[in-house]
C-alpha cells in the first residue's frame, strides 16, 4: 500500500480542453485533465463554460471556483503520479 502523501496546491493554472496545471507545495507540478469532471452534475455545470474554467484561484491550498466547486489537492496530485504526469518544479516552472 502507498504513502499518500499530505500537500497543497500552491498555484494553479487553467489551461484548454478542462486541464489544470497544478504546483504543489512539495515542488512538484502536473497537468490533470477534468473533461469528465465537469459533466458530474449541477455543481460543475458552471466549469463547462471555458471562462468560468479559467477563474480557478487557489483557497487553502484547494484549487477552487467562484461557485464554491473544488477539487482536493491530494488526490490530483495521487491522480497526476499514478498517470506519469507528477514532474519535479524547474526553475523554468
Not at 45 to 57: I, N, Q
Not at 65 to 81: K, L
Request: negative net charge.
Amino acid at each position: 500500500m502507498s504513502e499518500i502523501k499530505l500537500v497543497r496546491a500552491r498555484r494553479v493554472k487553467a489551461l484548454e480542453g478542462y486541464r489544470l496545471e497544478i504546483v504543489f507545495d512539495d515542488d512538484t507540478m502536473g497537468v490533470i485533465d477534468l473533461s469528465e469532471f465537469v459533466n458530474l452534475g449541477p455543481m460543475t455545470e458552471p466549469l463547462r463554460d471555458p471562462a468560468f474554467f479559467a477563474r480557478v484561484f487557489i483557497e487553502m491550498g484547494v484549487p477552487t471556483w467562484p461557485n464554491g466547486c473544488d477539487i482536493d489537492a491530494i488526490n490530483a496530485r495521487m491522480t497526476m503520479e499514478a498517470t506519469g504526469a507528477l514532474r519535479p518544479v524547474t526553475a523554468a516552472a
